[in-house]
């Protein structure tokens, strides 16, 4: 079977950077699985899949545009060092979650550290960056109505510039 829109796919990929690899960390593809046309992928990965099979092999450069976006500047803040708990490892670059509003989980990155505040930035941690992603197709399906109510759950999912 042959990637068309709404097809269940996994697929391992890396991503990479000017030929250095920014994920995963240790060089080894990992390994995702989603609805094609939720939102999950940036829209022009996606794109790239459509008529793959398995074990097809694929790589595709997209600019930030494309990818996770330009860095949105109103989304890094400075915020207490009080907002933490103090016993909680603060280091520029490492990874938190929290909930936003509406309890959806949310992540931000450490930028920076001082004893009275902390600047943290809710851009996507590889937003404003050309990427390089090789990928291939592990298994492609007809999602099932239980893929698609997966997705149905997520308010974000109709939005299509949110992505898991």
Partial sequence: ??????????????ISREGRDLYPQDGQPAVISFCLGWGVMPPDLEEAMLGMAEKDHKSVHLTPE???????????????R???DPQMELRPGLVYETMDEENHPIHFII??????KVTIDFNHPLAGLELDIA???????????????HYHGC??????????
């Fill in 82 to 84: 009080t907002d933490f």
């Fill in 135 to 149: 990928f291939t197709i592990r298994q492609v399906r007809e999602a099932t109505p239980e893929d698609l109510q």
């Fill in 1 to 14: 079977m042959k990637v068309e829109k709404n097809s269940f796919v996994t697929i391992d990929y890396l």
């Fill in 111 to 116: 930028r920076e550290v001082h004893p009275e």
């Fill in 66 to 80: 494309q990818a996770y976006g330009e860095i949105d500047r109103n989304l890094i803040v400075e915020v207490p």
């Fill in 155 to 164: 308010s974000h999912c109709h939005d299509k510039s949110h992505h898991h």
